[in-house]
């Protein structure tokens, strides 16, 4: 009885995704009777880059990724050839080990799927972080020159890095350029994973080392005035879930508590410091230790909830605040981190010296919190000026 062995070819954007914004992915077919398997060769071009008889065409590194494609098909072929030469018969299941061994060898994994791996590998960042970090999977296939750890090179690190500045994404519903700081954290995101291949013996040098990133300015003053904290205070004859999203964003205002940090509250938190009622903990995203001291507000506030503070998650803290806005007549788009900038705001404002508005919002470093307030910090130096020499 005859042995059969399969056929493959290349096939581009077999689910009709791609457009001349999108890109599709291309697969290798392997076809075996009415049988076929479709691989990925983990390559995405737009759909004016495609010829089904030249591969990739009309992008300026068309003969590396063809090389690519060439080089992923002669490891299947020379598989299927190597079946036929020793009279071994072919199936299924042994493509499927094939595959996986040639995709899991460390010769074969791609930059951009240890990069995929080591962030579902990883127990020391949060599920929201790791969300965060898989946005640069994203931005990689986009800009399509780093697959590879070959491609990890000073030039093509420093090209990622002004693709960025010019790639265009949806903010409040337009697209926009991404901000610098957007930027600089996707080159953050790209070092750590570069630093993690080096510790994997997988990359002798770092491409970016000696790329000037600029950091960028987060934005300014969003936080609640005086005035409109009082507002929130004041409100009365609100719903009831609308009154609980309320006490919990004044909580942070009086504590400076992040979201992940107020969720994360307990009694046993809660001290005697020389005499003082404090709140003491670790910041859940750095460990950064914070204090601050339960003025009488916050002690009437968790006395209320019986120190249990309600829990609400963060998406539907956030949409409600929206909503708790309208209410209360404050034309801001309010989120949770508001809370906690208004928090550094109210003791600016009364006097407290940045060093302690540092420590209690746990920022590691004191820059951090003079980016943040710069605003202020300048008010306060005058206010300063007046009450010391009287101008």
Known sequence: MEILYPATRFVFDRKHVASNNKKGLIQLEVRLGKKRKWISTGVKVYKDQWNDKQYVINSFNSEILNSRLHLYKGNIDEWINYLISNNIGFSWEALDIYVKRMNTSPDQETFVDFVARRIEERNDI????????????????????????SDLTKANVSDYYNFLLGRETLIQGKMQKMKQTTVS??????????HDAQQHDKLDKDPTEGLKIKRG???????LSVEEVSKLEKAENLPHYLSVIRDLFLIQCYTGLAYADLMDFS????????????LTGKRRKSGEEYITVILPPLEQLLVKYNY??????????????KIL?????????LATHWARRTCGMLML?????????????GHTDIRTTQRCYAKILDKTVIDTYRRIESI
């Not at 949060?126 to 750890?149: C, M, Q, V, W």
């Not at 009694?267 to 404090?278: F, L, N, Q, R």
């Not at 404002?349 to 919002?361: D, F, Q, T």
Request: glycine letters at 6%.
């Open 126 to 149: 949060k599920p929201s972080t790791k969300a965060n970090h898989r946005k640069l999977l994203g931005s990689l296939d986009e800009f399509g020159r780093i697959i590879y750890f």
């Open 185 to 194: 954290s996707y080159m953050k995101f790209l070092k750590i994973y570069i």
């Open 217 to 223: 300015e987060a934005e300014g003053e969003r936080w």
């Open 267 to 278: 009694p046993e938190k809660i001290s005697e410091v020389d005499g003082v009622t404090v």
């Open 308 to 321: 249990q503070i309600p829990k609400r998650t963060n998406q539907v803290y956030n949409r409600s605040l």
């Open 325 to 333: 806005s309208m209410a209360c007549n404050i034309d801001k788009p």
């Open 349 to 361: 404002n009364k006097g407290y010296p940045i060093e302690v508005v540092a420590k209690v919002l």
